[in-house]
């Protein structure tokens, strides 16, 4: 049977990926960042997952304000990375997994979550940023992928709680595949940013270092975090948290934290990182 062994946490700051492009990683402004990545890189490359979940968000990339899904999954082969403006990211394309994939929308439908089955989808520094923070510059990633987008962009947004029981329904979909793999599951975005307006350039260290804590060890309490809190507290993009809820409820109520990093600032943004293990 397959399982979840895993669950990462960490923003996907577009620069990251162009330091990383770039050749910039050694620069005195990028080394504190990438120096706690270190050991997330050796850990997964220890780990070799079967298959990683990306919970993210699309920047109005390959959705616009025309189509607008609260949940997509991709159930595509294969996804082409994005020309977000500067053209494509030099990364490879992201590799799926059709055949989990479908099974999770037929799980997940069927559990009540109606998730948007998407079938073709370029992807963007949502779901690149997080690979590359993993894995470096491969000539391939290592392995196949299912991309779950999650709206963050324009509101409503769905609740912490929502994302968190649609973890548990992912970690059921998971569990009821019928093919051994170890799969594990990024939730990607946050921490507080705000990239607009009159607060653009906010960054909230006490609320993201309680959020990581909270998140970690009191994973119902976090998830019962209200948008107001995250709007007026992390700046309007730190709604993007929310996708860590996803994470977090594919995971054992108790788990063990591996690995926390947290850094400000990258961009405009501060970034969060958790890599948390189910106990055996
Ligand atoms: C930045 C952060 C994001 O999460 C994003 O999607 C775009 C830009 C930033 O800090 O520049
Ligand atoms: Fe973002």
Redesign the pocket.
């Known amino acids: 049977m397959a399982e979840i062994i895993a669950g990462v946490a960490m ?5 990251i990926g162009v330091a990383v492009d770039q050749g910039l990683t050694d620069q005195e402004y990028w080394k504190p960042l990438f120096a706690g990545f270190e050991k997330s890189r050796k850990w997964i490359a220890e780990q070799k997952p079967d298959a990683i979940i990306v919970v993210y968000n699309d ?1 109005a990339t390959a959705f616009s304000l025309e189509l607008i899904p609260t949940f997509a999954l991709g159930c595509a082969e294969k996804y082409d990375i994005a020309d977000e403006g500067w053209g494509a990211r030099p990364v490879p394309p992201v590799i799926g997994h059709p055949d989990l994939a479908w099974h999770m929308a037929q799980s997940l439908i069927l559990d009540e979550f109606d998730m948007t089955i998407v079938n073709n989808m370029e992807v963007d ?2 779901l690149t940023v997080p690979l590359t923070i993993m894995y470096d510059q491969p000539e391939q990633w290592p392995c196949p992928v299912v991309p779950l987008c999650v709206n963050v962009v324009q509101y409503p947004p769905p609740t912490g709680n929502r994302c968190y029981n649609l973890g548990k329904a992912i970690r059921r979909a998971v569990e009821s595949f019928d093919k051994d793999m170890r799969v594990i599951i990024f939730g990607t ?1 946050g921490m507080s ?1 705000q ?1 607009q307006a009159e607060r653009a350039g906010l960054i909230n260290a006490d609320f993201d270092n309680r959020f990581l804590e909270m998140i970690v060890n009191e994973p119902e309490k976090a998830a019962a975090i209200p948008h107001v809190e995250y709007l007026r507290e992390s700046g309007s ?1 730190g709604i ?1 948290m929310v996708m860590w809820h996803v994470m977090r409820g594919a995971l054992d109520e108790k788990v063990k934290e591996i690995h926390r990093h947290y850094h400000v600032p ?4 501060a970034v969060g990182h958790l890599i948390l293990e189910n106990i055996k």
Request: net charge negative; charged share 10%; proline share 6%.
């Open positions: 923003s996907h700051v577009p620069a920047h520094h949502g975005g940013h990239l993009e993007e990258a961009s405009n943004t």
